[in-house]
């Protein structure tokens, strides 16, 4: 493949704030959890939440 359809073909990615930040879709940085777990999680505590209220009120 020529030089010049190399150029062709890629894509110049998305520049801001006169091209000194560039933002990608895909990151590998941080924690990966499956949005399933993530609900299970949220309900589980908040039930503990709701129990420990029921069992030790604060006021």
Known sequence: MSRARKRRREVAAPL????LVRFYEESDVGIKVKPHLLIILALAV??????LQKVHPLY
């Open 46 to 51: 908040s039930i503990a939440v709701i129990v």
């Open 16 to 19: 801001t704030a006169a091209g």
